[in-house]
T-cell receptor
Framework: TQLLEQSPQFLSIQEGENLTVYCNSS?????LQWYRQEPGEGPVLLVT?????EVKKLKRLTFQFGDARKDSSLHITAAQPGDTGLYLC??????????FGKGTRLSVIA | EPEVTQTPSHQVTQMGQEVILRCVPI?????FYWYRQILGQKVEFLVS????????KSEIFDDQFSVERPDGSNFTLKIRSTKLEDSAMYFC????????????FGSGTQLSVL
């Protein structure tokens, strides 16, 4: 069974601070996806990373896929209250369906 | 922007009753999925559906569960005899391509089994 461990589980920061959340596994994934989920809504895809070492930027969000394709990180610069939500990573490998981590619940306080 | 719609948003049922959760995937998508999220737990894969048949299913998707695409637009998940542990948020998703494609999720149906 492939597991994705996300850390921290909870994070509460002040507006303007930077933060990094992590997604780790002992398994190799062909791709990793990051989703954001808000209360009462389904997950919304932010980015897909495919190549080991790949870095993708989405405005203030920077996503990195580890060289070995076992881990990923999401860095947010100058966090804003609108960034508040549950950040989920999900991995694809071989013929297995998308596997999700438990998520990091981020709260950005104004 | 096209979206996946799910109905109802909330469903309360008695243990042992049958429930049908409904989804309308995005119209040009070919792959359909059901996931569930028990409160405080991770999003778990239940089943994927392509070309009018199940393509993959998880251990959770036992004989009590079934999926159907009764017409050209709806995609349903039926739980034949609900158990307390079936209480969860059920998400439908669809994608153009099964593997690297982007999954679009609906807003979910919160199922409460009493």
């Amino acid at each position: 069974t492939q597991l994705l461990e996300q850390s921290p589980q909870f994070l509460s920061i002040q507006e303007g601070e930077n933060l990094t959340v992590y997604c780790n596994s002992s398994s190799v994934f062909s791709s990793l996806q990051w989703y954001r989920q808000e209360p009462g809504e389904g997950p919304v895809l932010l980015v897909t990373v495919v190549t080991g070492g790949e870095v993708k930027k989405l405005k203030r969000l920077t996503f990195q896929f580890g060289d070995a394709r076992k881990d990923s990180s999401l860095h947010i610069t100058a966090a804003q209250p609108g960034d508040t939500g549950l950040y989920l990573c999900a991995g694809l490998s071989g013929n297995t369906p998308l596997v999700f981590g438990k998520g990091t619940r981020l709260s950005v306080i104004a | 922007e096209p979206e996946v719609t799910q109905t109802p948003s909330h469903q309360v049922t008695q243990m042992g009753q049958e429930v049908i959760l409904r989804c309308v995937p995005i119209s040009n998508h070919l792959y359909f999925y059901w996931y569930r999220q028990i409160l405080g737990q991770k999003v778990e894969f239940l089943v994927s559906f392509y070309n009018n048949e199940i393509s993959e299913k998880s251990e959770i998707f036992d004989d009590q569960f079934s999926v159907e695409r009764p017409d050209g637009s709806n995609f349903t998940l039926k739980i034949r005899s609900t158990k307390l542990e079936d209480s969860a948020m059920y998400f439908c998703a669809s994608s153009e391509a099964q593997r690297r494609g982007k999954l679009f999720f609906g807003s979910g149906t919160q199922l409460s089994v009493l």
